[in-house]
């Protein structure tokens, strides 16, 4: 069973019949949880906000895995993880859509 943060609603974000995008994922609990190991299931590039790598330069390929550090929010609507790719040496601020689970933490 997925943890839950205290006050979340048990509507699926989605629930409200708009495309996911415009919904308010905050109303759910989070799909990730910290120490989690997560795939990701699409190239990301740096759209400028990674200091260090030029922008367009591929941060992370489809299919890499990582693990999850922490859970964060964005514009008061989105859940955003930061997923630890150790194998590439990054660490990339990810939405859940771009996320697969491949193993739930113990903890």
Do not use: W
């Amino acid at each position: 069973m997925r943890r839950r943060l205290p006050g979340a609603s048990d509507l699926h974000p989605c629930a409200c019949g708009m495309r996911s995008d415009d919904c308010v994922e905050l109303h759910a609990a989070p799909a990730f949880a910290a120490g989690d190991k997560v795939r990701s299931r699409q190239r990301i590039r740096n759209d400028g906000s990674y200091l260090g790598k030029r922008i367009g330069e591929t941060l992370v390929d489809e299919g890499e895995t990582g693990y999850v550090r922490s859970i964060g929010t964005f514009l008061q609507r989105y859940f955003i993880f930061e997923v630890d790719f150790v194998n590439r040496g990054v660490v990339v601020g990810m939405r859940g859509k771009e996320l697969e689970l491949i193993e739930a933490s113990e903890r």
